[in-house]
C-alpha cells in the first residue's frame, strides 16, 4: 500500500479536481460522473455522516479535506466490507480505491456540500496545439499526439474543443519543423493563429494543451495564452513530448 501512496495522491487529486467539475445534486452531497465506479456501492451523507453501502470488498477510502480550493490533508481509510460509517465535513471529497489493486478506483469521487449550494457550473474548454505530419520517432500521423489526449479530457469532462491551429500550415517534415521551430524560438515569434474562441468568458476551466519543442512551448501557445483574460479560471495545462 505504501509504495502506491504518491500514485494514489496524484491520481486523487485528478481526480477529486474533475469530481468537481460535474454531478448532480442529490440532498447534501454531489456525486460526479467522472471515474470508474460500482453500481453496487453508494455513498450518501447526512448529518456529518459518509455511508457506504454495498461494498463487497475490502477498499481504502481517501477522504481529501480542502480549505476553500486549497487541499489541507488526505487521509487513507479502511471501507469494511458492507456499510461503512465515517465522520465527513462540509466540502471533503471522498474516493473509494480497491484495497488490493491500486490502479483500480471503485467509484467517482464524492464531494460533500450543502443541500442548497447550487451545481458547479461544467464550463470548461480544452483548447490544444497539435501538429500533424513527420513525428518524432514513429513516422507520418494524421492526428497529433497532444490532440488525441485533448479529445480524452474533453470526452471525460464533458468539455469543448478548440483547436489553436496557424495561419500558416507548419511543415509537415521533421527537420524543416525544426528548423521553423528554432527561427520561431529565435525571435521570439508570436504566430498567427486562424480562429479565436468567441466566448471566453463563459469558460470557467481551461485545459491548454500543446507538444514540448525545444524544451518549450511552441510560440503560437504564448500567443493564445497572451490573447485572453484567464482572470479567475483555473487553467490546467497539459503537454505530449
Ligand atoms: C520542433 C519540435 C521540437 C521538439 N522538441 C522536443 C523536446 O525538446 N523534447 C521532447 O521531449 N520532445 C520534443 N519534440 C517531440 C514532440 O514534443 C512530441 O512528438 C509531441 O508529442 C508532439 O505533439 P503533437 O503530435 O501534438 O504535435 C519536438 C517536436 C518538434 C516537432
Given at each position: 500500500?505504501?509504495?502506491?501512496l504518491?500514485?494514489?495522491?496524484?491520481?486523487?487529486?485528478?481526480?477529486?479536481?474533475?469530481g468537481?467539475?460535474?454531478?448532480?445534486?442529490?440532498?447534501s452531497?454531489?456525486?460526479?460522473?467522472?471515474?470508474?465506479?460500482?453500481?453496487?456501492?453508494?455513498m450518501?451523507?447526512?448529518?456529518?455522516?459518509?455511508t457506504i453501502?454495498?461494498?463487497d470488498?475490502?477498499?481504502?477510502?481517501?477522504?481529501?479535506?480542502?480549505?476553500?480550493?486549497?487541499?489541507?490533508?488526505v487521509?487513507?481509510?479502511e471501507a469494511?466490507?458492507?456499510?461503512?460509517?465515517?465522520?465527513?465535513?462540509?466540502?471533503?471529497?471522498?474516493?473509494?480505491?480497491?484495497a488490493t489493486?491500486?490502479?483500480?478506483?471503485l467509484?467517482?469521487?464524492?464531494?460533500?456540500?450543502?443541500?442548497?449550494?447550487?451545481?458547479?457550473?461544467?464550463?470548461?474548454?480544452v483548447?490544444?496545439?497539435?501538429?500533424?505530419?513527420?513525428?518524432?520517432?514513429v513516422?507520418?500521423?494524421?492526428?497529433?499526439?497532444?490532440?488525441?489526449?485533448?479529445?480524452?479530457?474533453?470526452e471525460?469532462?464533458?468539455g469543448?474543443?478548440?483547436?489553436?491551429?496557424?495561419?500558416?500550415?507548419?511543415?509537415?517534415?521533421?527537420q524543416?519543423?525544426?528548423a521553423v521551430a528554432?527561427?520561431?524560438?529565435?525571435?521570439?515569434?508570436?504566430?498567427?493563429?486562424?480562429?479565436t474562441?468567441?466566448n471566453?468568458?463563459?469558460?470557467?476551466?481551461?485545459?491548454?494543451g500543446?507538444?514540448?519543442w525545444?524544451?518549450?512551448?511552441?510560440?503560437?501557445?504564448?500567443?493564445?495564452?497572451?490573447?485572453?483574460?484567464?482572470s479567475?479560471k483555473?487553467v490546467?495545462p497539459f503537454?505530449?513530448?
Amino acid at each position: 500500500m505504501k509504495k502506491f501512496l504518491p500514485l494514489f495522491i496524484v491520481s486523487l487529486i485528478l481526480c477529486f479536481c474533475m469530481g468537481g467539475f460535474s454531478g448532480s445534486a442529490n440532498n447534501s452531497y454531489v456525486f460526479s460522473e467522472v471515474g470508474a465506479q460500482s453500481d453496487d456501492v453508494s455513498m450518501t451523507y447526512e448529518d456529518g455522516k459518509l455511508t457506504i453501502e454495498g461494498l463487497d470488498e475490502a477498499a481504502n477510502l481517501m477522504q481529501a479535506s480542502f480549505t476553500g480550493k486549497v487541499l489541507t490533508g488526505v487521509k487513507l481509510l479502511e471501507a469494511k466490507n458492507g456499510t461503512t460509517e465515517v465522520t465527513a465535513n462540509i466540502g471533503d471529497k471522498f474516493f473509494l480505491w480497491s484495497a488490493t489493486n491500486a490502479m483500480r478506483p471503485l467509484s467517482a469521487a464524492v464531494t460533500v456540500r450543502p443541500a442548497e449550494q447550487p451545481e458547479p457550473s461544467n464550463n470548461i474548454l480544452v483548447a490544444y496545439f497539435s501538429r500533424t505530419g513527420e513525428n518524432y520517432s514513429v513516422g507520418t500521423i494524421t492526428t497529433g499526439n497532444t490532440a488525441i489526449v485533448a479529445q480524452m479530457i474533453a470526452e471525460q469532462t464533458g468539455g469543448d474543443l478548440f483547436e489553436i491551429k496557424p495561419v500558416t500550415p507548419y511543415p509537415s517534415d521533421y527537420q524543416e519543423m525544426l528548423a521553423v521551430a528554432e527561427k520561431e524560438a529565435a525571435e521570439n515569434a508570436r504566430p498567427e493563429i486562424a480562429d479565436t474562441v468567441p466566448n471566453m468568458q463563459d469558460y470557467d476551466v481551461v485545459f491548454i494543451g500543446y507538444p514540448i519543442w525545444n524544451g518549450d512551448m511552441p510560440k503560437i501557445v504564448y500567443h493564445f495564452l497572451e490573447s485572453y483574460d484567464f482572470s479567475g479560471k483555473t487553467v490546467a495545462p497539459f503537454n505530449t513530448h
